[in-house]
C-alpha cells in the first residue's frame, strides 16, 4: 500500500518549535518533489513548502520564509519541515505530499500536480 505518514505535530507555545516527518512506505520517494501544506480552522489549504527530488531545491510561502525549513533523508524514505519561531497564525493541520517528475523552483507547485497525500498532523501554537 502506497502512503505517506506525517508526525511530530503536538502543542507549542509561541516562539516555539517543532520539526514534522513524512515517511513513505510502498515506494521510494527519489522521483518525487514533496510539498507541505496546511489548512488552518475555516480556512482553505495553502501551501507552505516544497523540496525538489534531490532536495537541491527549495521554495517557502512568505509567510513562513525565514522560520521553516524543509530537508530529505531519501536513504530514510523521509522529507522533514523544521518550525522555529512558531506563530499563533501557525496553527493547522499540517500534509505532506508527493509530486512524481515535478520540479520545485521558483515557485511553490500547484496542488493538484501531487499524487500521493499524508493523513495530516496537527500543530497548536497556544500559551
Known amino acids: 500500500q502506497l502512503q505517506l505518514v506525517e508526525s511530530g505535530g503536538g502543542l507549542v507555545q509561541p516562539g516555539g518549535s517543532l520539526r514534522l516527518s513524512c515517511a513513505a512506505s510502498?515506494?521510494?520517494?527519489?522521483?518525487?518533489?514533496i510539498g507541505w501544506f496546511r489548512q488552518g480552522p475555516g480556512k482553505e489549504r495553502e501551501g507552505v513548502s516544497c523540496i525538489s527530488s534531490s532536495g537541491a531545491s527549495t521554495v517557502y510561502a512568505d509567510s513562513v520564509k525565514g522560520r521553516f525549513t524543509t530537508s530529505r533523508d531519501n536513504a530514510r524514505n523521509t522529507v522533514y519541515l523544521q518550525m522555529n519561531s512558531l506563530k499563533p497564525e501557525d496553527t493547522a493541520v499540517y500534509y505532506c505530499a508527493a509530486a512524481l517528475y515535478k520540479y520545485c523552483s521558483g515557485y511553490l507547485i500547484p496542488k493538484r500536480e501531487y499524487n500521493y497525500w499524508g493523513q495530516g498532523t496537527q500543530v497548536t501554537v497556544s500559551s
Open positions: 510502498g515506494f521510494t520517494l527519489d522521483y518525487y518533489a
